[in-house]
T-cell receptor, first 109, second 116 residues
Framework: AQRVTQPEKLLSVFKGAPVELKCNYSYSGSPELFWYVQYSRQRLQLLLRHISRESIKGFTADLNKGETSFHLKKPFAQEEDSAMYYCALLTGTASKLTFGTGTRLQVTL | GAVVSQHPSWVICKSGTSVKIECRSLDFQATTMFWYRQFPKQSLMLMATSNEGSKATYEQGVEKDKFLINHASLTLSTLTVTSAHPEDSSFYIC????????????FGPGTRLTVL
């Protein structure tokens, strides 16, 4: 069965410091991975997906099939990056999403 | 574009009653809608996949007779929690996939259900 693991519940960094939110997955098929973000009192929204290979709000994520990872990175954290981040794996013909448990990113001055 | 709404945003009901939650895609047609459940400080767990005009597909362990899903049109899906009990108290979130829009899911704001 598929699984998404986000080992850190909380990641606290200083403004301007680099950020790396870890995500590992387990899936027998060809993985398609996403990062979703939930800002305070807002709905879940798509941040980026690996097939797009784009940078959104300064965030990037590279799929590493050898390490089965899809870590989210940003070189310089900003206060407005503080939010809950979920890694998700798309599976099956029904295109269902399996979510990780989420990591709360806290950026402090 | 791609806005999904849910109604109500929160509801309190007595044990044994039924509660209906609506999920609407406001500016697009959604062939597929998904219903998730989220417990406090936990991740989203997929409950069921709802396709317009057909029966919903439930995930393992989700009681289909308790969580009734209807997807009557391309813009509306409803989740009815029947004979609700305190353990059904949770945050219910829907998402919608745009017709012809690939795999991206657009999420609603969620509905908080409290069963007394």
């Amino acid at each position: 069965a598929q699984r998404v693991t986000q080992p850190e519940k909380l990641l606290s960094v200083f403004k301007g410091a680099p950020v790396e939110l870890k995500c590992n997955y387990s899936y027998s098929g060809s993985p398609e991975l996403f990062w979703y973000v939930q800002y305070s009192r807002q709905r879940l929204q798509l941040l980026l997906r690996h097939i797009s290979r784009e940078s959104i709000k300064g965030f990037t994520a590279d799929l590493n099939k050898g390490e089965t990872s899809f870590h989210l990175k940003k070189p310089f954290a900003q206060e407005e990056d503080s939010a809950m981040y979920y890694c998700a794996l798309l599976t099956g013909t029904a295109s269902k999403l399996t979510f990780g448990t989420g990591t709360r990113l806290q950026v402090t001055l | 574009g791609a806005v999904v709404s849910q109604h109500p945003s929160w509801v309190i009901c007595k044990s044994g009653t039924s509660v209906k939650i609506e999920c609407r895609s406001l500016d697009f047609q959604a062939t597929t809608m998904f219903w998730y459940r989220q417990f406090p400080k936990q991740s989203l767990m997929l409950m069921a996949t709802s396709n317009e005009g057909s029966k919903a597909t439930y995930e393992q362990g989700v009681e289909k007779d308790k969580f009734l899903i209807n997807h009557a049109s391309l813009t509306l899906s409803t989740l009815t929690v029947t004979s609700a009990h305190p353990e059904d108290s949770s945050f219910y979130i829907c998402s919608a996939r745009r017709q012809g829009g690939g795999d991206t899911q657009y999420f609603g704001p969620g509905t908080r259900l409290t069963v007394l």
